[in-house]
């Protein structure tokens, strides 16, 4: 009896170390080098792409490269779903995900500007992570029994692991032959990308299997 209790918690921190680890692999990436260019001044890490790739002419599209943080809160606030308000943990995790998506927020100066059409899909998105902060923690006052909000949490969580990590991949790949053009030479793929991927399909490989254990 004791053994079968022993390997049930092992079986459920699995998953929460997953899940920390792809967090921490997304953050970090986002933080790493994108587009590793010929010289240090033309290196850009993933919060300074999207906005530097508006010099080349690319539209709303690359705030697909904004998705990182905005997918990391949404994911954190998801992953909360159910703890008790009465904990500090469930403040100070829900807190982290708004924290983290407003990275994602563009200058005043660029909202104030002629294009800030371009910068309101990405507003919306951030306020979202706040909206949905508000909404888990009014549901955490109640007490749900059913098994089907669980696992609607974790199936939204696995796709947006999902997304998050094939969008911003693919629209890099997709600049990258522009960017190679201004610099002048072949640009490759900066470790930011890969710990993005990685990270973000950790996260939904953990959602799943949380996603089993429902």
Same mark, same amino acid.
């Given at each position: ?89 469930s403040w100070v995790w829900?807190?982290?995900?708004? %924290?983290?998506? +407003? /990275? $994602?927020?563009? *200058? @005043?100066?660029?909202? !104030? ?85 990685? %990270?973000?399909? +950790? /996260? $939904?490989?953990? *959602? @799943?299997?949380?996603? !089993?254990?429902?």
């Amino acid at each position: 009896m004791v053994e079968s209790v022993e390997q049930k918690n092992t079986a459920v921190s699995w998953p929460t170390v997953g899940l920390i680890g792809g967090i921490t692999a997304v953050f970090l990436g986002y933080l790493s080098v994108w587009i590793p260019g010929p010289a240090a001044g033309l290196q850009f890490i993933g919060v300074e792409v999207g906005e530097w790739l508006k010099f080349l002419g690319v539209g709303r599209v690359r705030n697909i490269f904004y998705f990182p943080p905005i997918t990391l809160g949404v994911i954190i606030v998801l992953y909360s779903f159910g703890w008790s308000n009465r904990r500090l943990q469930s403040w100070v995790w829900r807190a982290l995900g708004c %924290g983290i998506a +407003l /990275i $994602s927020f563009p *200058a @005043l100066e660029d909202i !104030r500007g002629a294009s800030q059409g371009d910068y309101f899909p990405r507003i919306w998105l951030i306020l979202s992570v706040w909206v949905l902060f508000l909404i888990i923690t009014g549901i955490s006052f109640r007490q749900i029994d059913s098994k089907w909000p669980q696992t609607v949490v974790y199936l939204v969580i696995a796709i947006l692991g999902i997304v998050g990590a094939f969008y911003p991949t693919w629209l890099y790949n997709a600049v990258r032959p522009a960017v190679a053009l201004v610099m002048g030479e072949s640009i490759g793929i900066g470790l930011g990308v890969y710990l993005n991927a990685l %990270g973000h399909f +950790l /996260i $939904s490989v953990t *959602a @799943l299997t949380k996603l !089993r254990q429902v």
